[in-house]
C-alpha cells in the first residue's frame, strides 16, 4: 500500500499585485463601437482559415486617419479599414483615434484570439484597443452597471 502527502498551496495567502495598465502607457488607442468590430472578425475569419493548425494572423495598424485589419490565407487576402469619425453624429458611434507618435503603429495577432475577443462585443457597447509594441495590447468593454472587462493580449513577434 503506497502513502502520498499532498501540500497544496492556497492563493488566497499568496500576497502578489496585478499590474493594473493604464491607458497613458500605450501608443495608440483607438475606440469604436463593438458591432463594428465583431463584423470585421467575422470578415477576416472568413479569408483567415482559422481552423487550419497553421494560425494565420490578423495585422492591425493604425494612423491618425484609419484602423486597419489585414489577414492572409488560403481563400484570399482582406484588408478592412475603419476611419476616424470627424464629426460626431448621435445616430452613428464615433471610431475615435488617439496617436502618443505620428508614426504608424502596427501589431500582428493570431485570428484564433482576435475573433474570441469580439464575442464579448455583446456585452458592451464600445470596444477600446490599447496597442504599444513594448506590452500587451489591451481590448477593454465596458460593461453597463458591471464594470469593465480588460483583456490582455500579447502579439506575435
Request: with cysteine; net charge negative.
Amino acid at each position: 500500500m503506497s502513502f502520498f502527502v499532498f501540500d497544496f498551496l492556497v492563493l488566497n495567502d499568496v500576497p502578489f499585485e496585478i499590474p493594473e495598465p493604464r491607458e497613458s502607457d500605450y501608443l495608440a488607442i483607438v475606440r469604436m463601437p463593438s458591432t463594428k468590430f465583431t463584423r470585421v472578425c467575422n470578415k477576416l475569419g472568413v479569408f483567415g482559415d482559422s481552423g487550419d493548425r497553421d494560425t494565420t494572423g490578423v495585422v492591425i495598424s493604425l494612423d491618425k486617419e484609419h484602423v486597419r485589419f489585414f489577414t492572409q490565407g488560403k481563400a484570399g487576402t482582406s484588408t478592412i479599414y475603419c476611419y476616424r469619425t470627424k464629426t460626431v453624429d448621435k445616430t452613428k458611434e464615433p471610431t475615435l483615434i488617439e496617436m502618443k507618435k505620428e508614426e504608424e503603429v502596427s501589431l500582428t495577432f493570431d485570428l484564433r484570439y482576435i475573433i474570441s475577443l469580439s464575442k464579448v462585443s455583446a456585452l458592451s457597447d464600445q470596444v477600446t484597443i490599447c496597442l504599444s509594441s513594448k506590452q500587451p495590447t489591451m481590448f477593454e468593454y465596458k460593461i453597463a452597471d458591471i464594470g469593465l472587462h480588460q483583456i490582455l493580449c500579447d502579439f506575435k513577434g
